[in-house]
């Protein structure tokens, strides 16, 4: 069983703080790393597909970046604002998998 | 609208009966996957079909779950004498390829008392 795990489980900003999660995932075997944005009563929203070692990507206030190597991945959001508030998922493929194994998430509270 | 779409929303059902949900991928995705989430964790894959065969189940799912994409598009799962553990929601997605993000529908949540 993969193991992908995201820090912290929540998180309770002011607008206008900027913030980072992380999302760990194993090392060996990497394909691609998923982000998305699950807002409440909402469908999982993708941000980001990250499949190079290196890779940063960058969407508005919203960036990524993706270290292979040592199995972790990074989001960034500058100037949070209170639309950012939802959950955010990392999802991990390995190279021979289909399927993608989702952390639990992080909970993002952004308070006007 | 184009995207995924899942019927129904909501169900409950009682311990013990069968239920089917269906999910619509988009239209020109060939990978439709399912997942089943609940309170405070992320999405648990369950199963996946490229077009119409299915390539992986979760050695998680009992027997009690199927899933079928019949023609590669539409696909149905069914969980047969459903369990209160079953309760949770239960999310469709679609992508293009393997490295593709996947686009998820709106999920059915399965209330079994």
């Not at chain 1, 959950?87 to 998998?97: E, G, H, I, P, R």
């Not at chain 2, 149905?76 to 593709?100: F, K, N, P, V, W």
Request: proline share 4%; aromatic share 12%.
């Amino acid at each position: 069983i993969l193991n992908v795990e995201q820090s912290p489980q929540s998180l309770h900003v002011q607008e206008g703080d900027s913030t980072n999660f992380t999302c760990s995932f194993p090392s060996s075997n990497f394909y691609a790393l998923h982000w998305y944005r699950w807002e409440t009563a909402k469908s999982p929203e993708a941000l980001f597909v990250m499949t190079l070692n290196g890779d940063e990507k960058k969407k508005g206030r919203i960036s990524a970046t993706l270290n292979t190597k040592e199995g972790y991945s990074y989001l960034y959001i500058k100037g949070s604002q209170p639309e950012d508030s939802a959950t955010y998922l990392c999802a991990f493929k390995d190279t021979n998998a289909g399927k993608s194994t989702f952390g639990d998430g992080t909970t993002l509270t952004v308070k006007p | 609208d184009t995207g995924v779409s899942q019927n129904p929303r909501h169900k409950i059902t009682k311990r013990g009966q069968n239920v089917t949900f269906r999910c619509d991928p988009i239209s020109e995705h060939n990978r439709l996957y399912w997942y089943r989430q609940t309170l405070g964790q992320g999405p648990e894959f369950l199963t996946y079909f490229q077009n119409e065969a299915q390539l992986e189940k979760s050695r998680l799912l009992s027997d009690r779950f199927s899933a079928e994409r019949p023609k590669g598009s539409f696909s149905t799962l069914e969980i047969q004498r459903t369990e209160q553990g079953d309760s949770a929601m239960y999310l469709c997605a679609s992508s293009r390829g393997t490295s593709s993000e996947q686009y998820f529908g709106p999920g059915t949540r399965l209330t079994v008392t």
